[in-house]
């Protein structure tokens, strides 16, 4: 569960980001910025590499054409690499698949990344900072979509598939919902839900996931919860950050505990053998 400092023998979470958007650092993270990072992140992130990404930027002009500009940037992460951190020059992106809970893992690995991100280059402010988490609940018995999920997730989010709702010629054969609530002043939670096929996290991305389970039917919930500047640009500084992370945390959370049922957590996610 997102926020459990026990986490479930069983966990549905495939994976944790947080996004951590600011104004453009000039020069970038390279050279002595880089090998700061590495010195400060080497306890926790101990493989630094390079991550390529090719950007397109459109001249103004009708006959003006498209450029592609190709970035390196640094890349650390654990040396199985199931938690890696990017970092560019406006953002920086921490994920992990090896989740274990937020106020014993997750948050003092942020806590040491913001650290170490405000004394090598303290960026100029704060813009957006998104924490997602996402969910594939696999449940024994469940193979063919759209499924039935009736027991296992709370049946608000399983309204539009009620048989009760559904006249008889007709047949579901897409089924994805999307919510969105204002959580608190300039922050919001948006999650989207319903059953998918195969993965919504790869399992050969270049974060990996420890012992993927086979591809099949999963019940999606992909939470995200973000914070971004509508007026002022608050400074870069790793306490305000944190607590900030904090409070877009508490209502994924949240979220997570109402949309699931008690049978979910007793029969999947409690159990200890790995069901797949």
């Given at each position: 569960?997102p926020?459990?400092t026990?986490?479930?023998p069983?966990?549905?979470?495939?994976?944790t980001?947080?996004?951590?958007?600011?104004?453009?650092?000039?020069?970038?993270?390279?050279?002595?910025?880089?090998?700061a990072?590495?010195?400060?992140?080497?306890?926790?992130?101990?493989?630094?590499?390079?991550?390529?990404?090719?950007?397109?930027?459109?001249?103004?002009?009708?006959?003006a054409?498209?450029?592609?500009?190709?970035?390196?940037f640094?890349?650390?992460?654990?040396?199985?690499?199931t938690?890696?951190l990017?970092?560019?020059?406006?953002?920086?992106?921490?994920?992990?698949?090896?989740?274990?809970g937020?106020t014993?893992?997750?948050?003092?690995?942020?806590?040491e990344?913001?650290?170490?991100?405000?004394?090598?280059?303290?960026?100029?402010?704060?813009?957006?900072?998104?924490?997602?988490?996402?969910?594939?609940?696999?449940?024994?018995?469940?193979?063919?979509a759209?499924?039935?999920?009736?027991?296992?997730?709370?049946?608000?989010?399983?309204?539009?598939?009620?048989?009760?709702?559904?006249?008889?010629?007709?047949?579901?054969?897409?089924?994805?919902?999307?919510?969105?609530?204002?959580?608190?002043?300039?922050?919001t939670?948006?999650?989207?839900?319903?059953?998918q096929?195969?993965?919504?996290?790869?399992?050969?991305?270049?974060?990996?996931?420890?012992?993927?389970?086979?591809?099949?039917?999963?019940?999606?919930?992909?939470?995200?919860?973000?914070?971004q500047?509508?007026?002022?640009?608050?400074?870069f500084?790793?306490?305000?950050?944190?607590?900030?992370?904090?409070?877009?945390?508490?209502?994924?959370?949240?979220?997570?505990?109402?949309?699931?049922?008690?049978?979910?957590?007793?029969?999947?996610?409690?159990?200890?053998?790995?069901?797949?």
């Amino acid at each position: 569960m997102p926020g459990d400092t026990s986490p479930f023998p069983n966990p549905p979470l495939a994976l944790t980001v947080l996004e951590i958007r600011y104004p453009e650092v000039v020069g970038g993270f390279g050279g002595e910025a880089r090998i700061a990072l590495k010195d400060a992140l080497s306890e926790f992130l101990p493989l630094m590499e390079s991550q390529a990404e090719e950007q397109f930027e459109v001249a103004i002009g009708a006959s003006a054409p498209a450029s592609v500009q190709r970035r390196v940037f640094p890349r650390f992460s654990t040396r199985d690499r199931t938690t890696g951190l990017l970092v560019k020059q406006d953002a920086m992106v921490l994920e992990t698949t090896a989740y274990e809970g937020w106020t014993e893992h997750f948050r003092p690995l942020v806590g040491e990344v913001v650290g170490a991100l405000e004394q090598v280059s303290r960026p100029d402010g704060v813009l957006r900072i998104g924490l997602r988490y996402i969910d594939e609940i696999r449940i024994p018995g469940i193979e063919w979509a759209p499924g039935d999920w009736r027991g296992y997730i709370d049946e608000h989010l399983l309204a539009g598939a009620a048989p009760d709702f559904i006249p008889a010629h007709m047949r579901l054969s897409v089924w994805q919902g999307v919510a969105q609530y204002q959580t608190q002043a300039g922050s919001t939670l948006a999650v989207r839900y319903g059953p998918q096929e195969g993965y919504a996290v790869d399992p050969q991305s270049a974060t990996r996931r420890h012992r993927p389970p086979r591809p099949g039917l999963f019940f999606l919930l992909d939470s995200d919860s973000y914070w971004q500047s509508d007026e002022e640009v608050p400074e870069f500084e790793a306490d305000w950050l944190l607590n900030r992370c904090d409070q877009l945390h508490a209502p994924v959370r949240e979220f997570f505990k109402i949309a699931v049922t008690n049978k979910l957590r007793d029969e999947v996610f409690n159990q200890s053998v790995k069901v797949e």
